[in-house]
């Protein structure tokens, strides 16, 4: 039972410029854990020191956000496809 | 990163930055870079910008100072640049009556890769326009030359 996920351009570049990777996963954590056990350097731009995943970086699992669903909890089944979709998000100053 | 990147553009559309800047002030605008990343060429890697996609701040709490583009906009942005046989290269937006500098919650919200490009507007008024890569380590950004591409605006 594999799980295919899709590597945005930034993050390619970590992934031995592969553009998806595909693991045997039963939940959205646990793929992402196996893709950011094989490719280190992407931890840090998916998730925090903490472990959680960054806030400005979304989830979806086949087109549906996982925010919605059971978060990194949310089950996948054999063809499922994971998307990293970053929110854009700057501003000038420290406050707020 | 360790060679200083550099970013092609050509002065019609380094104004349109401006322009959406100066349009948006007090507010920060924001918007998408489309265009070409060599970077399969190694050292001879150009990056160079053809389009824009100007996108509306959705941070409506705090548009002074802050810009977000959600997730579903950079779809959008992505597939808007794949239809013109482009890729989001990276991300524009103003720093009103603030230097154009990256701010720590820049970093904290940032990718390596993407060009952030940032426009001080003083006054309502265009200044200094800047472009910066975040590095790998996530500590800082590195600048980004802005290189204008002189050749008849399209």
Not at chain 1, 66 to 87: A, C, F, Q, V
Not at chain 2, 82 to 110: F, K, M, N, T
Request: hydrophobic residues 35%; negative net charge.
């Amino acid at each position: 039972m594999s799980v295919k996920v899709i590597i945005p351009t930034p993050l390619r570049v970590y992934a031995g410029k592969r553009d998806s990777a595909e693991f045997p996963a039963r939940t959205v954590g646990e793929a992402l854990g196996h893709l950011t056990t094989e490719y280190s350097d992407l931890r840090k731009h998916l998730f925090t020191e903490e472990g959680k995943l960054r806030s400005f970086v979304n989830v979806y699992v086949n087109d549906e956000d996982i925010r919605y669903l059971s978060k990194e909890n949310t089950p996948t089944k054999d063809g499922d496809t994971i998307s990293i979709i970053p929110s854009i998000a700057g501003g000038c100053c420290c406050c707020r | 990163m360790a060679d200083e990147t550099t970013l092609w553009i050509s002065g019609h559309l380094a104004e349109k930055i401006r322009a959406h800047g100066a349009e948006t002030y007090p507010h920060e605008c924001c918007g998408a870079l489309l265009g070409h990343d060599s970077e399969a060429n190694g050292q001879d890697a150009v990056r160079e910008v053809f389009g824009l996609l100007p996108l509306v701040n959705r941070r409506d709490d705090s548009p002074r100072n802050r810009f977000s583009v959600t997730a579903e906009d950079v779809l959008e942005a992505d597939k808007s640049a794949q239809a013109q046989g482009l890729e989001v290269i990276g991300w524009y937006h103003s720093h009103p009556d603030h230097p154009a500098r990256p701010s720590q919650y820049d970093r904290d919200h940032a990718w390596p890769w993407y060009s952030y490009v940032i426009v001080s507007v003083q006054n309502g008024a265009p200044q200094d326009m800047t472009s910066w890569r975040l590095n790998d380590d996530r500590e800082e950004f590195s600048p980004e030359g802005i290189e204008i591409r002189h050749r008849a605006a399209v």
